[in-house]
């Protein structure tokens, strides 16, 4: 958690940083654009792959590059030639896109195996309380960075973020190739010289087996399509909120995003803190409603966001509106990490691409939208999406917990006895994973 949290605060850092180093090399504003449509491009792909990647190759050694990747790609833009900087810009984007999105999908699918199943929900309660933090730092120093020490600093700076956090990687004790082993072959009777030569077609039936149970569970495949519709009203926000601060003060246009980010953050690690008391004291994740009704919650705030209100409602607004966007990053990590080994890695990667496309596509409409609708129609329109298919999921999420609660009660009428199984019916991954 270290580690990533010092890499996030390089990434947020150079987000920034590269945005402006683009304009600076370039002097059009559509390169900026088409740098950052690579970087998503280059996730969506990634994310695409991630699954079958990640079944041939160990978690650890998938993070551990990923880092390494990012840091030459850093590197790169320090040493190239400035008759090269501006094809160097794109293939750092690329490279920046895809392997932040394999660490990621790696990252989130590993943490059972590091932790354990009891634990997730205070790991990834952690994993946003610091990345909230990160970023916030990240967008606060930058321009200090860039001001003051330059372009070069900056992008140093993040080489060695991304350098310490695969210093970190390199000394997890992680055994993930077991694990796996285990779930494949349970009782220990494969052949070990047959090994390498089925190797190959182990990884694609096993990639095919969790495609296809993906696409057998339509709640779950409703929550990913959420979360993609939830990427696209995440970009409106932050396409709008510079936009809506330059016109409420033309002349310090920073102040309205610098407190409302700061204030979301602030909520954001509030909610963290009261999320892994909870799942302490009930050893319970919020599960798939938490994160529908989260959703609700935070995408209604953000419009609020938008309404221009006062400066004590807007930071009430900005508080929970950081709350319900920790509340569902961290149960829908959770709820994910329910899956199977084999076919939770094959999520995150379909997770990793909806979200990619979603925030992409996103940008480019809402751009386009912002030159003839104000900042809150636009954001009303991309956000109000995301609360009717919240509202969509939610209702399938009750209605399958009725389903099973009366299928529960009609097992116990017919004497059956037996209220053992019945128990994991209030679990929520069981729900959804069980498709």
């Known amino acids: 958690m270290a580690g990533y949290a010092i890499s996030s605060y390089g990434t ?11 304009y600076a090399v370039t002097d059009r504003a559509l390169a900026v654009g088409a740098f950052m449509t690579v970087r998503f491009a280059a996730g969506f792909l990634t994310g695409l792959v991630a699954g079958p990647l990640l079944a041939r190759w160990s978690a650890k050694g998938a993070m551990l590059w990923a880092n390494l990747l990012q840091a030459a790609a850093m590197l790169l833009l320090v040493v190239v030639p400035d008759a090269y900087h501006t094809a160097s810009l794109f293939t750092v984007s690329a490279v920046v896109g895809a392997a932040g999105t394999l660490f990621m999908v790696a990252f989130r699918s590993s943490i059972p195996h590091m932790v ?6 205070w790991a990834n309660s952690l994993m946003v309380s610091w990345r909230s933090m990160a970023m916030v730092a990240g967008f606060a120093s930058s321009g200090v960075v860039v001001s003051l020490m330059g372009y070069t600093a900056a992008f140093l700076a993040d ?8 210093l970190t990687v390199a000394l997890l004790p992680m055994t993930r190739d077991a ?19 089925t190797k190959g077609a182990k990884g694609k039936v096993r990639s095919s087996a969790a495609l296809a149970a993906l696409g057998a569970a339509p709640a779950l495949l409703l929550m990913v399509a959420l979360r993609g519709v939830d990427a696209l ?3 409106s926000h932050n396409a709008a909120l510079p ?8 002349d310090s246009p920073a102040v309205f995003v610098s407190v409302f980010w700061c204030v979301w953050a602030i909520g954001n690690v509030l909610a963290q803190q009261v999320l892994r008391r909870y799942a302490k004291r009930t050893e319970r994740a919020v599960g798939s409603l938490g994160f529908g009704l989260g959703t609700i919650v935070m995408s209604a705030t953000f419009i609020l966001a938008f309404a221009g209100f006062p400066w004590v409602a807007t930071i009430v607004i900005a508080l929970l509106a950081g709350a319900a966007d920790g509340l569902t990053e961290v149960s829908y990590t959770s709820h994910l990490q329910t899956l199977p080994s084999g076919l939770r890695t094959h999520a995150f990667g379909l997770s990793a691409t909806v979200e990619n496309l979603g925030f992409g596509v996103g940008m480019i409409v809402v751009a386009t939208a912002l030159d003839a609708f104000t900042p809150l129609s636009v954001v009303a329109v991309a956000h109000g999406a995301a609360i009717v298919v919240a509202l969509v999921f939610v209702a399938q999420v009750l209605w399958q917990r ?12 017919g004497g059956s006895g037996d209220a053992g199984p019945a128990r994991g019916s209030h679990r929520d991954g069981a729900e959804v994973s069980g498709g």
């Open 159 to 166: 080489m060695g973020t991304f350098l310490v956090c695969a």
């Open 233 to 235: 009203g995440s970009s």
């Open 116 to 121: 354990g199943e009891g634990r997730t929900t």
């Open 402 to 413: 009725n389903a099973s609660r009366k299928a529960t009660a009609d097992s116990d009428e």
């Open 12 to 22: 947020f850092l150079n987000l920034v940083a590269l945005n402006l180093y683009v």
């Open 179 to 197: 694990a796996d082993d285990t779930a494949d072959d349970p009782e220990g009777k494969g052949d070990p010289e047959g090994a390498e030569g």
């Open 243 to 250: 936009v809506y601060s330059t016109r409420l003060d033309a």
